[in-house]
């Protein structure tokens, strides 16, 4: 099983602040790390598909990249809608699994 | 567009099976190469992919839930569904269906959730 480790675990942001997280794979994934944005008592929504193409309708804020065992999802200028747990997701093997998130929080 | 609906009882004993159901609305679930999974969430906590079906009944399981895990398909009824047996309190979770859809990016293929279900929550309690 393919071990996803995202940093940090918890980030304080102010409004229009760069926010990077890292999701590092215990393998080689090639593209297939997909992020995901799910807010309180709300499901995950796709942002960022096949390591750094967004996903439709998804703000040009977040973009993604890196390949093999490292990813970075990025958002430019954060906006108080963005406070969310982001999660990174690897479909390179089975069983799928997920990194156990990160949790951006708006100061 | 697509949507997912889950449905299910929202309470379960230990030792029994838990038993919900994905509606899939908007679209077709046949036709392109687009899998259907199952993904749980202990509150509080991360997600777990559970498991996925294919239209023709092509299954593939997480093997920490194999052995008691059952996801079937109607595709008639636009329907798919997921089994868990003998229950217990560490099964207490958000479970949410999802479609894992075939994208393509030049010559290479790759699967990705791009549609779930608002999720329904299960709890194992006597």
């Known amino acids: 099983e393919i071990v996803l480790t995202q940093s940090p675990d918890f980030q304080s942001v102010t409004p229009k602040e760069k926010v990077t997280i890292t999701c590092r794979a215990s393998q080689s994934i090639g593209n297939s790390l997909h992020w995901y944005q799910q807010k309180p008592d709300q499901s995950p929504k796709l942002l960022i598909k096949?390591?750094?193409q967004s996903f439709s309708g998804v703000p040009s804020r977040f973009s993604g990249s890196g390949s093999g065992t490292d990813f970075t999802l990025t958002i430019n200028s954060l906006e108080a809608e963005d406070a969310a747990t982001y999660y990174c997701?690897?479909?390179?093997?089975?069983?799928?699994?997920f990194g156990q998130g990160t949790k951006v929080e708006i100061k | 567009q697509v949507q997912l609906q889950e449905s299910g009882p929202g309470l379960v004993k230990p030792s029994q099976t838990l038993s919900l159901t994905c509606t899939v609305s908007?679209?077709?679930?046949?036709?392109?190469?687009?899998?259907w999974s199952w993904i749980r969430q202990p509150a509080g906590k991360g997600l777990e992919w559970i498991g996925r079906i294919y239209t023709s009944g092509r299954t593939n399981y997480n093997p920490s839930l194999r052995s008691r895990v059952t996801i079937s398909v109607d595709t008639s009824k636009s329907q798919f569904s997921l089994k868990l047996s003998s229950v217990t309190a560490a099964d207490t979770a958000v479970y949410y269906c999802a479609r894992d859809r075939e994208f393509s990016y030049g010559y290479y293929y790759y699967y990705s959730m791009d549609v779930w279900g608002q999720g329904t929550t299960v709890t194992v309690s006597s």
């Open positions: 997701h690897q479909s390179s093997s089975l069983p799928q699994t």
């Open positions: 908007g679209g077709s679930m046949s036709g392109n190469n687009d899998y």
């Open positions: 096949y390591a750094s």
